[in-house]
């Protein structure tokens, strides 16, 4: 069976290819089936998003899609950047740099222990046949005052994760791979694909 990944995002096509193999899948992404799926992120929540670029790569292509939305949620601004974590800013931030800086600018007068926030992770597979199979991933932590480490993106040099005493960009990639949002959403939805092929 083959099923194609709606995103050109060569990190996220690592991973979930990584887990669509394991199970006897094929997996090609969007420039690899010769396609164009440029779905609007219309939705409002994280599942939302990623069922709507999940269904319009399964209509350009015919195939089985599997997609992915994800982002950060912050407490103390009621779930922001949530959904528009890649676009927080807008015009005045052009780089994860920026966006972060953005972030904690807003956070100024936030005390400790009120920093709290949770990577999150969404992933929806759909079937040319109408079936649909969603899974939802999430870590905990709090956003410090500066950035921390030097590995990772977005969000990872702000964002410490209780219970490993270090941001994301400071944690050893291997351990990043077990333990982040996205590779809790990979796992239950290997989970359920299992059960499914």
Known sequence: MKFIIATNNKKKLRELGAILNKLGVEAVSLAEAGVESDAEETGATFEENSRIKALAAMKVSGLAAIADDSGLEVDALGGEPGIYSARYGGELCRNDTERYEYLLNNLKDVPDGKRTARFVSVITCVF?????????????GEIL???????????DPVFFVRGENMTMAEMPQERKNEISHRARSLALMAKKLEEVL
């Open 128 to 140: 040319p046949d109408g079936r649909e199979i969603s899974a939802r991933g999430e870590i905990e």
């Open 145 to 155: 005052r500066s950035p921390s480490g030097e590995g990772g993106f977005g969000y």
